[in-house]
């Protein structure tokens, strides 16, 4: 464990300091093992655990908070509920030689893809373009761990998840999508992937949950109450009502695409099909993932995609554009890797209690 801990202080114009909150800072590699430790004491298999943890830890260590350590009591309660099986074993299946299948057997997306990753890239390089699907899984968190590592090699990645029905498509009157986040990775010469990925509805369904926790309003717009009308109080949307596509009918069919392609395509669960009521506690969606990849050496004319990439960020530059997205998440990695992951001291209790098996 990291030595280094402060105490995060408000000042006042009393010239008092007034204590919110103390921060302990936990290295990546403490923070995966405390992770694991909680998944293997609640049913996982220590492959599935440690897949899961480093996932988690990374969400966190790059500032995606709303997937982070946020989302361990989730995993905790929906493997108490006996909805998700820790110890699947996935079955992967070579289907063309551009499609590779996954049957998850309901366990988690990411040690499928992790099982599945090697054969995939393997069709993409040898074919220049493969599909991987990846059905009957539970996926619970940020998709751009998922794609970072194809455009560190070189390849061009897009993913696409489905949830739980929680937003209400443009014009309808209750929620059949999910919040059905996208991610999408391209290499750029000498420099970090372009990396983005976000929510097809206005806010992650985490956020959401932030937010009330912290007792915070949401932005006009950002979903509805169980009436149907736009609200931005969180406990609203969470309690009968729901999220709305970003960008009205735009966004809504989006979010359609993302049905058909993470659900129709692989065989999971569209968001609005499965029902997790049998099992109280559950939090994790059982649905489909897909994941797109493309080798750029088989395109264009000569000059490789991550040398045009470069261009194309130079004039971003140029044009003013300092927000390349995926920029923040690799500056605080590389922050955090030297000097570790600040926790809240209350989260870092709570995750102790959870491994030793207390609560
Ligand atoms: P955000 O709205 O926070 O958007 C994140 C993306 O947009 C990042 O790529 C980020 O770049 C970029 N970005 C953010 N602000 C700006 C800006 N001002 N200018 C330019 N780029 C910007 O994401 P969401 O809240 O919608 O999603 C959060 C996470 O939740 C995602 O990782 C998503 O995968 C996950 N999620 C998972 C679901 C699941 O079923 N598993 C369901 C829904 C969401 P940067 O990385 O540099 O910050
Ligand atoms: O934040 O919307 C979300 C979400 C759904 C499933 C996992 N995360």
Avoid at 218 to 236: H, I, R
Avoid at 342 to 354: E, F, G, H, I
Wanted: with cysteine; net charge negative; glycine share 10%.
């Amino acid at each position: 464990m990291f030595a280094c801990n402060y105490i995060l202080k408000c000042h006042y114009d009393n010239g008092r300091d007034n204590v919110i909150d103390a921060f302990e800072y936990i290295s990546e590699k403490d923070l995966i093992a405390l992770i694991a430790d909680i998944f293997v004491q609640n049913g996982c298999s220590d492959f599935v655990a440690s897949q899961i943890a480093e996932n988690c830890a990374s969400a966190e260590r790059d500032g995606s908070v709303s997937h982070g350590v946020f989302r361990v009591e989730g995993y905790v309660n929906t493997l108490r509920s006996g909805w998700v099986d820790g110890a699947a074993v996935p079955v992967i299946e070579d289907k063309a030689p551009g499609v590779l299948t996954v049957d998850a057997k309901n366990g988690f997306a990411q040690p499928a893809l992790s099982l599945a990753r090697e054969a995939f890239v393997e069709k993409v390089q040898s074919n220049g373009i493969a599909l991987l699907t990846i059905g009957n899984a539970h996926h619970f968190s940020s998709l751009w761990p998922d794609i970072l590592p194809f455009a560190q090699s070189g390849l061009v990645a897009i993913s696409m998840v489905n949830s739980f029905a929680c937003s209400v498509p443009h014009g309808a009157k209750s929620p059949v999508f999910g919040t059905n986040p996208i991610a999408f990775a391209a290499p750029v010469e000498g420099q970090p992937p372009l990396v983005f990925d976000f929510a097809t509805t206005t806010m992650a369904n985490g956020d959401v949950q932030i937010a009330a926790k912290e007792g915070r309003l949401l932005p006009d717009g950002t979903g509805v109450d169980d009436s149907g009308n736009l609200t931005n109080d969180p406990e609203a949307i969470l309690d009968g009502g729901a999220l709305v596509p970003f960008g009205g009918h735009k966004g809504s069919a989006i979010s359609l695409m993302v049905e058909l392609l993470a659900a129709g395509l692989s065989g999971g669960n569209f968001s609005f099909e499965f029902d997790w009521s049998t099992h109280p506690g559950a939090e994790t969606p059982k649905t489909g993932q897909i994941i797109i990849g493309i080798d750029p050496s088989f395109c264009g004319f000569g000059q490789g995609l991550s040398s045009r990439a470069l261009i194309l960020m130079k004039m971003l530059e140029d044009a003013g554009f300092d927000a390349r997205p995926g920029l923040r998440r690799h500056r605080l990695c590389a922050e955090r890797r030297e000097h570790g992951i600040p926790l809240k001291a209350s989260q870092v209790v709570r995750l102790r209690a959870l491994a030793a098996g207390a609560v």
